[in-house]
């Protein structure tokens, strides 16, 4: 008995320890205004000593790898605007959600800016024109490189959807070289994240040809199809001497002065430093164009940059934009951060590029196939759903509403070999058949049938000499024939910076990513040794928040 007892104590003892092991990957936080309780939505969040952190995401939420808890390590938090703060990890939990409160950088500020008025300021003009002209003295023009956390993905009223994730080292040869001609990118990891859900018609590429897929008012180049690519381009800080986006255009040029209008805001606060605030205002008829720059008032380094185009033909819901004048819906909108880094220059912490897009819904009434009857001498259609009495006025033909019926000849309209034809009668033989009898002499009407029989029993496509539309038609639960119904998304492409290094070593051609196609479309993976340093910063799924 007591071996037995010994056993079982053994064995409990094993499996509690067990279970005790088996704590979370990630601890998961979020960073809210202290006031107002709102998400601080690209707030940064740093290991102190390391150099790594991560952003947060548009619900103010990240997360941290639980190793850096284990080891008793704090974080920095810092966004635009709020003071600056540090926690100790072993003050947060890994079995819960943690909220942490940033509190408006009001009194630092106020002290600043009263001894800065003691001498002449600026105006918007000369603070934009002297914070360009110092590019090359801010930002860097040796190489460099920059690993850090890259996602693309859709939100609409249920969530993130499609989300694609990465984890990415950028090889930039400084800002005295064409981005797009001299950087390189190497892929650690790469997964299309299938905890969220997947819309494989979202995820096409944009489709202009037939418009199942498009920004309205607005082309977005493929650039090969890679998303990265997008999204570098879109860098107006970054590519200061070529066009990037309307209506900042070419920085070097001076068009960002000449397309808007521009006010001083208050000035504001980041890391200890003071900041310019400008706003950039542009208004059409069509359109309404906002923006803010962001430049430090001791050497007119950019900081931030960010800017959105609204489509004033449709009308925005959003109360907080109608709140600052902005009636029409968001076409694209661009944000861009810089923060100092090795020998005080300004290195990209992060870029997001946000569009919406219009996408085409298959029709649900549609025909699912033309078949003739040779010996009867008359077309079959058939449609995926029941038809339904209509009434509608087309050409001279008037038909009064529940009185018309699908055999309206004027509907069908066919050709063959460029020749109308004309129907004696059109019969609908069941809810979904119409039967269609071509108005024809027997000779000719025979030879049209045995020629379209003998091309369909060659895999001929008989579309080459039949052409033929079909209008007015509703289904019994009032979907109109071909017609697609139209969704808005919204679309987001993002990069965050991890970490930034100045002594990069660049690898093989054939290890680095092939610009001319998708990120997650057979792409060469190259994690290098310590690759458990870096981690993706996933989306909380709403009910894990």
Not at 36 to 62: C, L, Q, S
Not at 217 to 242: C, M, Q, S, T, W
Not at 413 to 441: C, E, G, H, W
């Amino acid at each position: 008995m007591p071996k037995l007892f010994l056993k079982t104590f053994l064995v409990f003892v094993l499996f509690s320890a067990s279970c005790f092991s088996q704590q979370p990957e990630f601890l998961n936080g979020k960073i809210v205004d202290s006031i107002t309780k709102e998400p601080v939505v690209f707030a940064t969040v740093r290991i102190i000593g390391k150099a790594k952190g991560v952003i947060t995401n548009m619900d103010g939420g990240f997360r941290l790898p639980s190793r850096y808890w284990e080891l008793g390590e704090s974080i920095e938090i810092s966004s635009m605007g709020f003071q600056k703060k540090e926690v100790s990890l072993l003050e947060l939990s890994l079995d819960t959600f943690n909220t942490i409160r940033l509190s408006p950088a009001i009194f630092e500020l106020a002290e600043a800016v009263v001894s800065a008025k003691k001498k002449r300021e600026p105006t918007a003009r000369q603070i934009i024109r002297r914070a360009v002209a110092r590019i090359p003295e801010n930002f860097p023009v040796n190489d460099f490189t920059t690993k850090g956390y890259y996602r693309d993905y859709q939100f609409d009223s249920l969530g993130y959807l499609n989300l694609n994730e990465a984890i990415l080292e950028v090889f930039d040869a400084g800002f005295d070289e064409i981005d797009m001609l001299t950087t390189r990118t190497r892929i650690y990891d790469y997964v299309q994240n299938e905890s969220f859900r997947r819309d494989t018609l979202a995820d096409n590429p944009y489709n202009y040809k037939d418009w199942r897929k498009i920004i309205d008012k607005v082309y977005l180049p493929a650039y090969g199809g890679n998303e990265f690519e997008i999204l570098r381009v879109h860098d107006a800080v970054r590519n200061y001497e070529l066009n990037t986006f309307d209506f900042i255009n070419e920085l070097s040029k001076g068009d960002m002065l000449r397309n808007h209008t521009l006010t001083k805001f208050s000035d504001t606060y980041t890391d200890e430093e003071i900041l310019y605030s400008i706003q950039l205002k542009r208004s059409e008829p069509d359109f309404t164009a906002r923006g803010v720059i962001f430049i430090a008032k001791k050497d007119f380094a950019i900081h931030k940059l960010q800017y959105a185009v609204y489509d004033e033909s449709k009308k925005n819901l959003d109360p907080l934009l109608q709140q600052q004048g902005i009636s029409g819906q968001l076409v694209f909108e661009v944000k861009t951060e810089y923060k100092r880094g090795y020998d005080d220059k300004m290195y990209l912490n992060y870029i997001s590029f946000h569009n919406t897009f219009r996408l085409a819904k298959p029709p649900k009434f549609v025909i699912k196939d033309l078949s003739v009857l040779p010996d009867r001498g008359v077309f079959v259609l058939r449609f995926n759903n029941a038809l339904a009495y209509v009434g509608t006025r087309f050409e001279d033909d008037v038909v009064s509403r529940g009185e018309a019926k699908a055999d309206r000849k004027f509907w069908y309209k066919f050709k063959y070999k460029d020749k109308k034809i004309k129907f004696r009668n059109i019969q609908i033989a069941n809810d979904s058949t119409v039967y269609l009898y071509p108005k024809m002499d027997s000779i000719p009407l025979n030879t049209m049938m045995r020629e379209l029989v003998a091309m369909d029993r060659e895999k001929i496509d008989i579309g080459i000499v039949l052409k033929f539309t079909v209008s007015g038609l509703q289904d019994v639960d009032g979907n109109s024939l071909n017609t697609s119904e139209y969704k808005n998304y919204n679309q987001f492409r993002e990069y965050f910076v991890q970490e930034v290094d100045n002594l990069p070593q660049l690898p093989a051609d054939s290890l680095l990513m092939d610009k001319r196609k998708p990120i997650f479309e057979r792409q060469p993976i190259y994690p290098p040794p310590d690759f458990e340093e870096y981690w993706m910063n996933t989306p909380l799924q709403k009910s894990e928040q």
